[in-house]
């Protein structure tokens, strides 16, 4: 019941510099891991002097000769706005790199709402614990809201909430290509993790389907190659959630109890440093199902989570 051929982010190689259409460029972030891929995507977008800057990734060191470079190739006199697709560490973390070197540049997201906290290292997605994420940025930051407009000189980002990764988490429609930037919600390899504590699979799938009315041309995703066919990505997206989540109920019937268990069920031919994440994404199909009364949970006298598959009516 698992998966034949998993498709891995982590390994996967990209440029540190490419320009992937007349409106976009795109710098490597310099932060590859086995969530990241090569690193985060940032993309330079526009086609003036003064251009937006999407995302910025983690502050690493390497990141700022990588973006002068590109700036210097495009021949950007000026990054006029930061925007964000969220606040993980991974792309809100160089905002004060940027505005070290370029003065107070613009800063454009959606706030993180104040009842979520962001997970630490047990939670396997971020490798620090905040109260609120948006702090990791110094200065202001411009809110953004859905439906949001940022426009610079043949550019114009349309926001979209689309909350499931990260409740705080924006994609942006380039109108004029009707391109998507999707963060992490779509990735150019793999599938998104829904984070247990600060995800929700249910909001995620609705994301999705609102993503799909749009019906995209390309999407720039946060982590790996360009997916040149965006409507289709996002309905084998939405294939694979309806199958995993079949997966969770067949574990479930099979007998599996808690989540790790029911990841080594279906997570075969993944390397197992990917486990703790999957968890957390099984978790949250288990937390759907539990809303919509298919499974239930009760807490362990030990310590974690143990769930069941609800009968339904009798025929």
Known sequence: MGDASPQILGGTRLPDFAVL????????????????????????????????????GSGLAGYWPVLEDALARLGVQRIEGIVLTHAHPDHIGGVNQIRERLGEVPVFKMPWPRQHTLAGPDGGVSPIAVANPDDLAEGPLE????????????????????????????????????????????????TTVIPAESGDLGDYMASLERLLEERPTRIYPAHGPVIDDGTAKLREYLAHRRQREQQVLDALAAGDRFAMAMVERIYVGY????FP??????????????????????????GGTRWSLVAGPAS
């Open 21 to 56: 259409s007349e409106r976009v460029a795109v710098a490597l972030g310099q932060n590859p891991s086995l969530f990241t891929g090569p690193g985060t995507n940032t993309y330079l977008v526009g086609t003036g002097p003064a251009r937006l800057l999407l995302d910025t």
């Open 143 to 190: 809110t953004l809201a859905d439906g949001g407009i940022v426009r610079t000189e043949g550019a114009t980002l349309r926001a979209i909430h689309t909350p499931g990764h990260a409740p705080d988490h924006l994609c942006f429609l380039l109108e004029e290509e009707r391109a998507l930037f999707s963060g992490d919600n779509v990735l150019g390899i793999g």
């Open 271 to 274: 390397p197992e440093s990917l």
């Open 277 to 302: 994440a999957a968890a957390q994404s099984v978790t949250s199909h288990l937390r759907k199902l539990e809303r919509e009364g298919r499974a239930r949970s009760e807490a362990c006298a030990e």
